[in-house]
């Protein structure tokens, strides 16, 4: 016997509006990992700020252009995003905002490896350059 269309189907939505929701001082919760990576860190920055850190084998224009689809469906305004990619490498960001909240995603590096550092604040702070060096 086969099982509902929405007996299946629920679980899966549960899940992703699951990992879209914020809880207390949680900035970072349910935005996702970039695209191919592993975490390298997380921390508290300046202006009340939350920063992940991952490493990536996306190339720095994929990792933007994800984070933008998935901003987009989320409830996020993208207000910039942009970069390049070279033989070298490349570098890209994106900011967007969700009420009040302001977020700054940095990606770059040699070719094959991307850093990512996706910064989130509770407003808009004075310095919204997102690195690990916040």
């Not at 992703?16 to 860190?41: C, E, R």
């Not at 490896?113 to 004075?126: F, I, L, Q």
Request: proline share 7%; glycine share 12%.
């Amino acid at each position: 016997m086969t099982k509902p269309f929405f007996a299946v189907l629920l679980p899966s939505l549960l899940a992703v509006s699951a990992a879209f929701a914020v809880t207390g001082d949680d900035l970072l919760g349910g935005l996702p990992a970039p695209p191919n990576s592993q975490m390298l860190a997380t921390k508290d920055i300046a202006s009340g700020g939350q920063l992940a850190h991952y490493m990536s084998t996306a190339n720095p224009l994929a990792v933007i252009d994800s984070y933008a689809q998935v901003l987009q469906t989320s409830g996020w305004t993208v207000t910039s995003s942009g970069g390049g990619d070279s033989a070298e490498g490349g570098n890209a960001g994106l900011q967007a905002t969700n009420g009040p909240r302001y977020l700054s995603i940095n990606a770059g590096g040699p070719v094959g490896t991307t850093y990512v550092s996706v910064c989130v604040w509770p407003s808009k702070p004075d310095r919204d350059h997102c690195n690990i060096d916040n």
